[in-house]
């Protein structure tokens, strides 16, 4: 059964006034010419989109084939990969170093920015907040859910609270169910859904049940899940119909 996530049990993970307030340095073409990760005329930042991905087995691999081909300047993407502490801040690390996007492992209280992958430390949930004209990511330390912390249904539940129609998610390979129901959630709340299918899964559980809850709009092949999901954010626009 599904273990729904009660904000009640919330804990905030204390943070330096430093920690909250770090600034990303954008990454630097191959003209070594910084990429701003705050350019107006750029046609996917005009989208004002989230991209919010979930991942267990298998998805350390899914999560490299997803990201490498996404632009520096794509809109910003929260991952909740099922991670040990120990490994989720070299994994963010690794996969910066091959990817056009800055990868970092979540910071509480800092501002989600497009042109950044924020991976969930294996320590906490990480959760989206709004606030004035921009979102934050907050960090907490809550029971797992669905056995997890952190947990994919912490993630969906808070973007289809906060984000609804702006939100594009994407649930790539995994054991389980954790998530499927909060999926359905920002369905409902107006988000476009992918799921990873079958054939490119290392397991097909977590994409399963979206799928079955009727939580997915499309199910896509791992190597094609960036072209699909940026075609969505640039074409789509915010009226996604369920």
């Known amino acids: 059964m599904m273990e729904p996530y009660s904000a009640k049990h919330k804990i905030s993970v204390p943070v330096s006034d430093d920690a909250a307030s770090i600034r990303r340095v954008p990454k630097a073409d191959s003209a070594g010419t910084a990429i701003s990760s705050d350019r107006s005329t750029s046609h996917i930042h005009a989208a004002a989109k989230l991209i919010i991905v979930g ?32 490994f989720t801040h070299s994994f963010a690390d690794r996969l910066n170093s091959l990817c056009k996007m800055t990868v970092s492992e979540a910071v509480h209280n800092e501002r989600v920015l497009p042109g950044h992958v924020y991976i969930a430390p294996g320590h906490s949930h990480m959760l989206i907040r709004h606030s004035g004209s921009g979102y934050f990511i907050e960090l907490n330390q ?22 609804g129609a702006d939100a594009v998610g994407v649930m790539l390979t995994g054991m389980g169910r954790d998530g499927a129901a909060a999926m359905l959630e920002m369905r409902e709340a107006g988000a476009y859904n992918f799921t990873q299918d079958e054939a490119s899964c290392v397991v097909y559980g977590m994409p399963r049940a979206a799928v079955e809850m009727g939580a997915s709009h499309e199910s896509v092949p791992v190597r094609e899940m960036a072209q699909r999901v940026l075609a969505r954010v640039m074409n789509g626009g915010t009226k996604n119909r369920l």
């Open 142 to 163: 809550s029971a797992p859910v669905n056995h997890h912390r952190p947990s994919v249904e912490v993630l969906f539940h808070s973007a289809a609270q906060c984000v």
């Open 55 to 86: 991942a267990s087995t298998g998805g350390t691999e899914a999560l490299r084939e997803f990201l490498i081909p996404m632009p520096a300047d794509a809109p910003a993407i929260l991952v909740t990969q099922h991670m040990p502490v120990a």
